[in-house]
């Protein structure tokens, strides 16, 4: 079977699923069973297959699994908003639309991965304008500046920057990868290279800040650190990197949980929200609570005690930051695993493009797209369960945002393209067939690139 | 490179692993604890989707209904304050109290059948409907006991002696239950205490309505008979305290019945001593002293001293319901029901019947005897001494024209201010169907101020008005 067989064979069921869960939403709501649900239904089915059919053409070797676990996963969220409220799930789909058109531009225009490279600075920049634009222009929503309001649509610009961003790191180690590795003096018995290639280290760890201070963002704060972190590391395999850059982040942290407040306020919650459940604490303690009404197997779609008789939802936030907590009071514990294993199994084929990669360029790129999006989803997850502090971050796929799911598209189109690359390689190693005319990614190349930006 | 690759991907599936152990442990472990957390509302909203059960008068009014709001039902007391001290509430803020209580897992539907059915109703996502309740109570009989009571602190209690059927039980103050979350606080601190029921659970002295107990005691033992002729001085000394009638009165030669109707306390004094401590604690434990009533809602016990630790003035004052003697309302209608029946207490209850939606009757109350402390021909001799309090005695004011009503007036003194006054009663007198106890407090005398409101009552009882 061909890999878009596979593809195929994978959509179907995750799409004959969304479709009954929209019917069972709008019966539980109506009682009757009317076309209404099955068009939510039937137009996933056709964008789907449209974007299946665009993989067919413009990428015919990459993974087959990312695509079905996407579509399921965005399609629950859907079915999620829609059963919150039915208009927020018609500007939900809007933007499935939107995600999935740029999702194919990204992979018509980034036909070669040399593209990436090539433009690893313009992408670096725009990736750092993005990512700092709501600073200067941006609205405060929630206590967090990440809003950029153009008319009536309201865009998170830093969701798409961190994605520029990770691409520009995995282009940029590339060029300096041979410097980090190959220590030139010791200080106290460790190895260390010369001050300017701690330079990423520390402007990562710069930036990371100033999206904690300026920003008041935790989550894209800490997502971004621990992405670009995680690239180090693949990068030189070094722990000394993640060590340093980790007593960095805690240093840096600290120092800003007793500057600012709102960071005070986020762990004060984490260590004990129970001493003010109807104040402070009320968000995660409702999460908590929701949980535990789904129990094992959960209330069943649409039966959970999500709104209140105004519509206002129980929990703040719940179609974005804390959308889990409702697939957990709905699906049960069952259900709630099978999203995480959705997330884990993603991670999985993500770090595989990785490993099979024998460049370096397409091997960082896939790491770091595939570090970012675990980290994601980790961290909401984990912070709505309380396992950890709370950072206010989307769900990848699931959670009501524009930005998020253009954003994530962008990164699965990215993922997919690194993938077809891989793969071509691969069947073009076992096969020697006629050269495709593509330059090798191999660390000559790299080096060579590296004379002349680098030093 | 590889291998720093497959550690990143471990550190990802610990990660991976750690929120699946702890959302396990959130939504198995830690479930039931969260559920019933004091901050947690959903039990409330659960309860709020069932359509709780009515609960409806015997003589068909709705006490207790739901109006629905979307998928949501909200308790509404059509009678207001007039029900409050036994039907109680059912209050998401501050839970239940009272039949609502009591009665809530047949009013929830999660007893018996229906409990099955909410199952099913689940399954097809209708509101599941609750048991409805068919009380005891006549809200013709209510309205008239709380309208004769009116704005004075007490409590009435009418009850059927053949089947202890509660008729009426008024207590005040009391409060609406449709506004008990905004009046939660005020309630709860109100020196007047409006959330007890004051005929079940409060404890008062009873004074000379206590005699029904001793004279049946006296009757029974044959220690007297009606016709045994006591001499009255005004006073009589006990273990060095004086007993004086009240009012200072002096009655001279008179026979026991008279000592009865006159409520005579120099009388009873001497009977009380001569029968002992053990006796009398032995007749006040058969009319069920010590003992909390037999029925649903709740109710205090009625306090009669140990014996042991009674001299002869204390017996002497327990012998006019004096002293440490305390008792309730509801007590009290009891002890009269046992005169009225023949000596045969029968177990108060208030729920005639619980019905489904069908109103097929799912569980219905049979009475019951409770105690027996008289045999019917002590109970018969008493029934005469009490028709002689009305006749002739301190509880004419209860008189009703056409119908026998026998009684006993109380007086009970208490430290500070007026006595409480009591009278407890039934009648017809041949065919009894009917017993009331009256208590208002600090007002007076028992003739006075309680017979008059035990007439109006069991006019009402009795449909003469």
């Not at chain 1, 990371?208 to 693949?234: E, I, N, P, R, W």
């Not at chain 1, 993938?419 to 050269?435: F, H, I, T």
Request: hydrophobic share 50%.
């Amino acid at each position: 079977m061909t890999f878009r067989t596979r593809e195929l064979v994978f959509l179907i069921p995750a799409l004959i699923l969304t479709t009954l869960g929209f019917a069972l939403v709008y019966t539980h709501r109506s009682a009757e069973l009317t076309p209404a649900s099955l068009v939510y239904g039937g137009l996933f089915v056709a964008l789907f297959v449209i974007a299946h059919l665009g993989c067919r053409v413009l990428a015919k070797q990459a993974d087959p699994y990312l695509l079905p676990i996407t579509a399921l996963l965005s399609t629950l969220g859907i079915v999620m908003i829609y059963r919150l409220d039915e208009t927020m799930a018609q500007q939900q789909a809007i933007w499935l639309v939107v995600g999935l058109a740029v999702f194919l531009l990204v992979l018509a225009f980034v036909r070669n991965l040399n593209v990436l490279r090539d433009h690893r600075f313009i992408i670096g920049i725009a990736g750092l304008l993005l990512l700092l634009v709501t600073a200067v222009f941006g609205r405060e929503i929630n206590g967090a500046r990440l809003w950029l309001a153009i008319g009536p649509v309201h865009f998170q610009p830093p969701e798409i920057g961190k994605i520029l961003l990770v691409v520009f790191f995995a282009a940029y180690l590339v060029d300096i990868r041979e410097v980090l590795t190959v220590s030139t003096r010791r200080i106290l018995g460790v190895p260390l290279p010369p001050f300017r290639y701690l330079a990423p280290l520390l402007t990562i760890w710069a930036l990371s800040m100033a999206l904690m201070v300026f920003m008041k963002d935790l989550g894209t704060s800490l997502l971004f650190f621990g992405a670009l972190l995680a690239l180090l590391y693949v990068a030189t395999g070094r722990l000394f990197y993640v060590l340093v850059g980790i007593v960095l982040f805690l240093a840096g942290a600290t120092l800003l949980y007793y500057l600012f407040q709102h960071v005070q306020v986020r762990v004060d919650i984490w260590l004990d929200p129970w001493k003010d459940p109807s104040g402070k604490g009320y968000q995660i303690v409702q999460s908590l609570f929701a949980l535990a009404a789904g129990g094992l197997f959960g209330r069943g779609l649409g039966q959970g005690y999500l709104t209140l008789q105004s519509g206002e939802t129980i929990i703040p936030a719940l179609e974005t930051d804390f959308i889990f907590s409702a697939i957990g009071e709905e699906l049960g514990l069952i259900g709630a695993v099978g999203i995480i294993l959705l997330y884990f199994i993603f991670v999985y084929r993500g770090f595989r493009i990785s490993i099979k990669a024998r460049e370096d360029f397409p091997r960082l790129l896939a790491a770091g797209l595939t570090s970012i999006f675990g980290l994601q989803a980790f961290l909401i997850v984990g912070g709505v369960i309380k396992l950890i502090p709370l950072t206010g971050i989307t769900l990848p796929f699931v959670s009501k945002g524009g930005s998020s799911i253009v954003a994530n598209f962008i990164l699965l189109a990215l993922l997919l393209r690194a993938s077809d690359y891989v793969n071509r390689k691969e069947s073009l190693q076992r096969s020697p067939g006629p050269e495709e005319g593509r330059p090798d990614f191999g660390n000559k190349v790299a080096v060579g690139q590296m004379t002349r930006y680098g030093a | 490179m590889d291998k720093s690759l497959r550690r990143l991907f471990l550190i990802f599936t610990l990660m991976f692993l750690a929120l699946i152990v702890r959302l396990t442990y959130v939504q198995v472990w830690a479930a039931p604890g969260l559920k019933v957390n004091p901050s947690n509302t959903r039990a409330i909203e659960e309860e709020m989707k069932v359509d709780r059960g009515a609960i409806i008068s015997a003589d068909g009014v709705e006490l207790a209904v739901n109006h629905q709001q979307g998928e949501y039902f909200f308790r509404e007391y059509p009678q207001g304050d007039l029900t409050s001290p036994w039907l109680g509430y059912n209050s998401l803020q501050y839970g239940r109290a009272g039949i609502e209580r009591v009665y809530n897992e047949d009013l929830s539907g999660q007893s018996g059948i229906l409990g099955l059915t909410n199952y099913w109703d689940q399954i097809l996502n209708r509101p599941h409907r609750g048991a409805d309740l068919k009380l005891t109570i006549n809200m013709s009989v209510q309205k008239a006991a709380a309208n004769a009571l009116g704005n004075r602190k007490g409590a009435v209690v009418a009850l059927d002696p053949r089947t202890g059927a509660v008729l009426a039980m008024v207590s005040y103050p009391r409060y609406d239950p449709n506004k008990l979350d905004d009046l939660w606080k005020q309630l709860n601190s109100d020196p007047d205490t409006p959330l007890l029921n004051r005929a079940a659970q409060g404890l008062y002295p009873p004074g000379s309505v206590f005699k029904m107990v001793v004279a049946g005691a006296a009757l029974q033992e044959n220690a007297v008979s009606p016709d045994t002729i006591f001499q009255d001085t005004g006073t009589v000394t006990a273990g060095g305290y004086v007993v004086r009638n009240y009012g200072g009165n002096v009655y001279g030669s008179h026979d026991f019945a008279q000592a009865f109707a006159k409520s005579i306390n120099t009388t009873f004094a001497k009977v009380g001593v001569a029968l002992g401590a053990d006796t009398l604690a032995r007749y006040a434990g058969d009319f069920g002293f010590g003992e909390t009533p037999p029925w649903p809602l709740a109710g205090a016990k009625s306090v009669f001293p140990d014996p042991g630790t009674m001299d002869k003035a204390h017996v002497a004052q327990a012998s006019f319901g004096q002293g440490e003697v305390l008792t309730t309302p509801l007590e009290m209608a009891l002890v009269a029901s046992a005169v009225a029946n023949g000596g045969k207490i029968m177990k108060p209850y208030i729920v005639d019947q619980v019905l489904d939606y069908h109103q097929k009757v799912l569980e219905e109350t049979h009475s019951q005897t409770w105690m027996q402390p008289l045999t019917p021909e002590t109970a018969a001799t008493l029934k005469q001494l009490m028709i002689g309090v009305v006749t002739g005695g301190t509880g004419t004011s209860a008189a009703i024209s056409g119908v026998q009503v026998a009684g006993k007036t109380g007086t009970a003194e208490v430290e500070n201010g007026e006595p409480h006054a009591w009278f407890a009663a039934f009648a017809p007198a041949n065919d009894p169907q009917v017993v009331v106890a009256v208590l208002v407090e600090n007002s007076g005398t028992g003739g006075s101020v309680a017979a008059p409101v035990a007439r109006q009552v069991i006019s009402a009882a009795l449909g003469l008005q």
